[in-house]
């Protein structure tokens, strides 16, 4: 390229960029800007539209009483296409378009980025989905986390065994992901405590590998009645149809990232039988979120999992508005860490990390080849 | 880690694996043994039949199909179709480029690799797709060890491909002149080979072949994803060159090899380092005897 091409390039890209500019123009003060941020698009967007709806509701739903502080709330959408880059990229749009209440991300990796553009532009962020402690362990103040933690989750299922499973032989898999060691780690840990024994035996699978019966078979060795596994559901459907194919009966035990229907599909429906797995209550059980449940079936049909996660994120947000009298964002988070919210999964407190107070976790279990919530009590 | 007994189990994971590998092998090798292409779009061959088996199985199950005969006809669907994007991929990719020098369709063949990994995802999406049969997971046990049924099936078709290939090449006029374009292409052509066929049919073999080891394995893990493919054909590309790369049966020992050693190393060494212990191994053999297990040192052809 030559000079002269050079500056007239740097001409046209500094006058394309004066545009875009232009298009970013803040808010006239009129309104309050909040966002919901998540995987709009790609293989999560489904999870994504469940997060925008139940930001839409409860937005709708504020409008309707006339907004806050005597302005009216607008929705914004960012899409972070479960990518960190994008993630951080979105967040600093949303900066520059004048958002001071973000509900999102939905991944950990997604969160963990964008949040530290939160925090130093001192934007409240909500998160309804993502369960890495890194996200709260920061300790930035006006960084929230309505959903659980996976520490909760890895404890959630040791008292569970502890509880009903006095005596099994424990083994624990993990597949060296963040997520996945964390999780397995968190459960060991309480369960060393809980029950004073150390687990039959550990184990790594590898997440890229569809053939888990070397370590499987090494743990055949060892003779456990249950086997904990920190990690995802297609290596969790692969671990039980390759146990089953083992002989081996050993139970499994696995978190919210085997929570789905494809790892009962993969596993088998018959080999599944049985299995149990950590993961928030079914909301449309709990007699406090009946209103709620009704009115999005109304607006949108199915509730997902983390809607009403999305849903109370903005409710929170909001709440903390009103009571602080300010847009400011650190205002609007100090407003939040004092108050006690009634939400639909019923009271909620958040400790100075920004976790909510009270582990949502509760047991599920494949009954008849489909996912059963189990009674808190049994 | 592993205990005396669970040795044999440990064995018999890994014949699985490298039974599996060995098929796809046998495409990498036949194609270089007749071209000297290595043909990296091989991984992504199987990831399509793979996926075409699955696809084939939900649409006979839906149409009422008995389950005993969906599990046959949807290999003969994939390997068939396969073994039609095998014929059409050395037709429209590998032939024009055929007198080009090595360079350009070894670059095509990886160009061709990202263009199905692409076209599946587009078509048929991110997500894992699982095979609509739950096979059952019951077998024998004979002492420590437990064989799946689904293993037997597995080690059973391979078998009875390799040595029905194996019979095809040596007893075949077809085979005689697979060997003959093997030697020299252009004296195969002199005497009336006819050369091109002989090269179309090699891709059609290979790839239905790819195919069959596609089913096998999403029958016996019960998914697959559009991304499948490269770990199966990096790990067969290695078995092939392990045998000795254009020759059948060290495809086929190479195959075996890589998957009992495999099998051995995630039981005693942990599975983070399996692939380690294979290609350490691939890179003593080759620093040992650089032609492979069973390969022969041949004069540079002319």
Redesign the interface.
Known sequence: MSLRHFTACSWASAALGLLLLVGCAGTDGKVIRVACVGPMTGEQAKQGKDMLEGAQLAVEEWNAKGGVLGKKIELLVGDDAQDPKQANAVANKMFTQGVVVIDGHYNSSCTIPASEVYNQRKMVCLTPASTNPQVTDRKYPTIFRVCGRDDQQGRAAAQWIAKHLPGARVAVLDDKTTYGQGLAGEFTKSYKELTGKEPVFTGVVVKEDQDHTPVLTNMKGSSPDIVYFGGLYPQGGLIVKQMRQLGMKTSFMSGDGTYDPEFIRIAGPENAEGSYLTFIPDQEKLPTAKKVVDAYKKRFGEVGPYSLYSYEAINIALQGMVKAGSEDGEKVAQAIHSMAFDTVFGPMQFDAKGDVLVSPYVMWQVQGGKLVQLPADS | ???G??FF??IV??L??GAVYALIALGYTMVYGIIELINFAHGEIYMLGAYFGTIAAGALLLAGVPVYVTLPLALLAAAGLTGLYGLSAERMAYRPLRKAGRLAPLITALGLSIFFQQLVLLTQ????K?FPL??T?A?V?LGPV?V?Y??MLILAVAAALMVGLQLFVQKTSMGRAMRCTAQDPLMASLVGVPVNRVISLTFVLGSSLAAVAGVL?VVY???VNYL?GY?AGLKAFTAAVLGGIGNIPGAMLGGIFLGVVE??A??YI???Y?DVVAFVILVLVLIIRPQGLLGVRVPDKV
């Not at chain 2, 999406?125 to 894992?128: C, M, R, T």
């Open positions: 880690m592993t205990s007994s669970a189990q440990q994971n890994g699985t694996v999406g991110a997500k894992d699982v739950a096979i997971s077998g046990t437990r799946a689904i293993q394995v893990y019960g998914k499948s770990t099998g051995l995630a039981g942990g599975g983070e399996k």
